[in-house]
């Protein structure tokens, strides 16, 4: 059953068309890849998902909800469900990895809760758990300006898992990291979809990273989608449709 069902998205920005047309659908605890060349439209399509951008047009369908219809105080609810990577991890560098993590909860509570850092002892757990398993028991209590790049991507996961999502949007994980990173990260987020069962839509700029992670592939160029397929699908003539005059590098041998 699909869990997401974007409808003929489109966005424009100023003098940009950033979207158009753009349909697909994500089933339930599907790994699926966005690649692309440069301003292709990826990161703009995942943020119309949350609304972190507004679409001009279409229809987004998430766990039975129309995405563009909520108020926002239902916005907020589904952004609940909606767990966030982001390439430069967005964390609070002077606070510890505990309560960065722990800011994943903040979706779930009043204001005052959240400034006054109100979490009950099980969601404190919890975010002993989900730290154990992403290797990082050592760093609970270290800042996060303490952090290698992998480390602290490793804590941008466990903070969008302690919202108990049904499904994470990665924009860009491992874009800022080493390939020994990269791997970890990649690992962690397969786990995550295939051991927890959540939702994991990713934006890559590694077209190899896609086909050895993804369940199934959407190339989007000039925001517009020009393949949706499984890894085995993305030929050499794919990859060029997709990626036009960047491709050169990038073909599989
Ligand atoms: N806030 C904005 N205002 C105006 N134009 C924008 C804005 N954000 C993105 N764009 C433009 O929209 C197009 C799509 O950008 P987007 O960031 O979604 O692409 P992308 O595929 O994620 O690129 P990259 O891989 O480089 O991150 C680009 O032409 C970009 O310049």
Redesign the pocket.
């Known amino acids: 059953m699909a869990l997401l069902e974007v409808k003929n998205i489109s966005k424009q920005?100023?003098n940009?068309k950033?979207l158009s047309d753009v349909n697909f659908s994500v089933k339930e605890g599907e790994f699926v890849s966005i690649i692309?060349?440069?301003?292709?439209?990826?990161?703009?399509?995942l943020r119309c998902i949350n609304r972190m951008v507004e679409a001009n047009y279409g229809e987004i369908i998430f766990d039975g909800s129309h995405v563009l219809n909520l108020n926002k105080k239902d916005l907020r609810k589904l952004r609940a469900k909606i767990g966030m990577i982001f390439q430069h991890y967005n964390l609070v560098y002077r606070l510890s990895v505990v309560e960065n993590t722990l800011h994943g909860r903040l979706g779930y509570k009043s204001t005052i809760e959240g400034i006054m850092g109100r979490y009950t002892e099980e969601e404190k757990k919890q975010a002993f758990d989900i730290l154990e398993k992403l290797g990082l028991s050592e760093e609970v209590f270290k800042r996060c300006d303490e952090l290698s790049g992998g480390q602290k991507q490793r804590v941008g996961i466990a903070r969008a898992l302690i919202q108990n999502p049904k499904m994470i949007l990665c924009d860009?994980p491992i874009a800022s990291l080493d390939p020994s990173s990269s791997k970890v990260i990649m690992d962690h987020l397969k786990n995550v979809s295939k051991e927890m069962g959540i939702t994991c839509l990713v934006?890559l700029?590694q077209v190899d990273v896609a086909i050895k992670y993804s369940d199934r592939i959407i190339g989007?160029n000039s925001?517009k989608v020009v393949f949706d397929g499984s890894p085995e699908e993305l030929n050499n003539e794919k990859i060029y449709e997709i990626y036009g005059a960047e491709a050169g590098n990038l073909i599989i041998d």
């Open positions: 920005y100023k940009t950033a692309g060349p440069s301003g292709a439209g990826k990161s703009t399509l860009e934006n700029h989007v925001g």
